[in-house]
């Protein structure tokens, strides 16, 4: 639009000269051009880059073949492995190198030109996006991390430092003696690979890792990389790049946090073998702390379990454990019946016998094998089997002198069932003080040559 200054002229005879002029004489000095200020002035980079004079909405050689499109990574940091939500976060510089030459431009000492995110936004880059991955962003503080680096014969290196949260699917069957390897997928979004070849740009030793990486709960054994063609059914194959990682666990943590306190519990278990058998307020009490103890253990390390369906190698250890503490409860159980039951039927027996008082010395008297089945023997040599604590053993004999009565053998023999009847409780203790720690080693032996 140009304007002419005419003072002291009709306005309506101002506004048709000027038009007319102006229309006549586009170029006369005594008018000025108004500036239009809808279009964005191009800077000297874009005006040497001559970004208007092509359309990078294409990508480059459109048409031909595929450009291809080299990658590296650097990875920075692993920042946390979630067996619940079976992911990991990853902080990574991804790095994208390939050529353009709508890009080229003139230079007598072959220099690059290096730009931020502003010009990333106006030419064409490659589309690359993680597969399987649940959130990822591209670090902005203070400013975009985006760097693009173009040079005189039109290549171009695109860079950018991105944080990723994939998927990791994770067999914890072993856990946690467990061995997981997780994978970053990186893909063209867009681009197939008749437009795209997208490739590790120096196969292995494009992958470069921080020696300051460490986690808390793996050891990092290895880092490598592979190539694949992903198909889709609806687009067609794809290129896609994969970084592989294999963590080994630290059993170490697990070691005090569950083992160590399960092995303890059934230990502690088996000191109700040691306690007499009359003590039922110090037996049982000890017999259910330790199962609620073990109880608590199992649902403490289930609560930061992801809620799989096949059982896991810390489930084995805690639940044999859990069964050796209950077994032991159980024991003190059958001892505490059958002593009862043995009380019962030595009154039943005392009420039949007739009195034996007057016999000087009984420990001198023989047993009878025809009437009690046992050999003909000094008493002291039948050690404790058979024999009740306080006093259970002076009675016996007694019962057994009475019963080398004639008068009363007849009656004895017509119920046998009343004569061996004294059945040994305490040694089924002295049996499971054996037993119970010698199949817990065993289990242990076993357990931990398999997972170790």
């Not at 005419?6 to 002029?21: E, L, M």
């Not at 080299?70 to 390939?98: C, K, N, P």
């Not at 009154?347 to 010395?361: A, D, F, S, W």
């Not at 009475?402 to 017509?414: E, F, S, Y």
């Amino acid at each position: 639009m140009c304007s002419i200054h005419w003072p002291n002229t009709d306005c309506k005879y101002k506004v048709y000269i000027s038009q007319t002029f102006c229309f006549y004489f586009p170029n006369s000095p005594i008018y000025k051009r108004s500036p239009d200020l809808t279009k964005n002035p191009m800077t000297k980079s874009e005006q040497l880059l001559r970004i208007d004079d092509h359309d990078f909405t294409m990508r480059p050689a459109f048409g031909g073949p595929p450009i291809p499109v080299g990658v590296d990574v650097q990875v920075e940091s692993i920042d946390t492995i979630s067996e619940v939500d079976m992911d990991f976060t990853m902080t990574l510089y991804l790095r994208h190198y390939w050529k353009d030459e709508r890009l080229s431009f003139p230079s007598t000492n072959n220099q690059s030109m290096t730009f931020d995110s502003r010009l990333v936004k106006k030419i064409w880059v490659p589309d690359m996006f993680f597969v399987h991955s649940k959130r990822s962003f591209i670090h902005d503080t203070t400013t975009d991390n985006v760097m693009l680096r173009v040079y005189p014969d039109g290549n171009v290196l695109y860079s950018l430092r991105v944080t990723v949260t994939a998927m990791c699917n994770m067999d914890l069957s072993r856990f946690p003696l467990d061995t997981q390897t997780c994978s970053l997928e990186i893909e063209s979004y867009a681009y197939t690979d008749d437009d795209l070849m997208l490739y590790w740009k120096k196969g292995n030793e494009s992958l470069n890792t921080d020696d300051r990486i460490s986690l808390s709960q793996f050891l990092i054994q290895k880092f490598h990389t592979t190539t694949k063609l992903a198909f889709y059914s609806s687009t067609g194959w794809y290129n896609r790049l994969y970084i592989h990682f294999t963590l080994r666990r630290h059993i170490f943590f697990f070691l005090l946090q569950t083992y160590f306190p399960a092995t303890l519990m059934v230990m502690l278990s088996w000191v109700s073998f040691w306690i007499d058998r009359r003590a039922v307020p110090a037996r049982v009490p000890l017999g259910i702390t330790t199962v609620l103890t073990m109880s608590t253990i199992i649902t403490g390390v289930n609560a930061s379990m992801p809620r799989v369906s096949y059982i896991k190698a810390v489930d084995i250890y805690l639940w044999v454990s859990f069964v050796f503490v209950f077994l032991s409860v159980i024991e003190y159980a059958a001892v505490n019946y059958l002593s009862t039951v043995q009380e019962r039927k030595e009154r039943k027996l005392r009420e039949r016998l007739p009195c034996t008082c007057g016999i000087g010395n009984p420990d001198e008297m023989m047993i009878d094998p025809q009437i009690t089945g046992y050999g003909s023997m000094d008493v002291n040599t039948t050690g404790n089997y058979g024999i009740p604590e306080n006093g259970g053993r002076q009675e016996r004999i007694l019962a057994q002198v009475a019963l080398n009565d004639p008068q009363i053998t007849g009656q004895v023999k017509a119920s046998r069932s009343y004569v061996n009847i004294w059945i040994d409780t305490h040694a089924i203790d002295k049996y499971s003080r054996v037993v119970f720690p010698g199949a817990y080693i065993l289990f242990n032996i076993i357990y931990w040559s398999i997972y170790s």
